[in-house]
């Protein structure tokens, strides 16, 4: 696995991420940390209303959120294969709602989504309290 494995696109917002090559070695290292490996993982950034379109097409739910993470492996045990959509702008909303920097949780949804790939859940309160946990303790690890 290469830290060039993990990629950075735009689907239809004018957005770029900074510190490209320390995001990929946060990633690849989070990615590692979980005893997991990395073939292909992509971020798309994306409008609201692109994703919206993704989630009631791909997954029939009608609301808003601010990430869909496609997993593309067969099984867990195979190196991650992923596109990971973000929303800019649900970001944007929910980073200025809980009074967070936008980079801090645009990084926290980068890693939740990572998260849920190395096989994290957050239906139940339990679950939801270990991802939070986790999305700490790797946000805490950024040297960047």
């Not at 320390?22 to 992509?42: C, F, P, Y």
């Not at 980073?95 to 990084?107: K, M, Q, R, Y």
Request: some cysteine; aromatic content about 12%.
């Amino acid at each position: 696995m290469g830290v060039s494995d993990i990629r950075f696109a735009s689907k239809d917002v004018p957005f770029q991420v900074k510190k490209i090559l320390d995001l990929r070695k946060w990633i690849a290292s989070t990615v590692a940390a979980e005893n997991q490996s990395v073939a292909s993982v992509q971020y798309v950034w994306c409008s609201d209303e692109a994703l919206w379109e993704i989630n009631t097409k791909f997954l029939a739910h009608d609301t808003y959120t601010d990430i869909i993470t496609f997993d593309y492996r067969e099984s867990p045990e195979e190196p991650i294969r992923s596109d990971l959509y973000i929303s800019v702008e649900r970001v944007k909303e929910n980073a200025a709602e809980s009074g967070t920097a936008f980079i801090d949780e645009l990084h926290r949804v980068m890693i939740h989504g990572i998260l849920h790939l190395c096989g994290y859940g957050d239906n139940t309160p339990a679950e939801k309290a270990e991802m939070t946990e986790k999305e700490d303790y790797y946000l805490s690890l950024r040297t960047f």
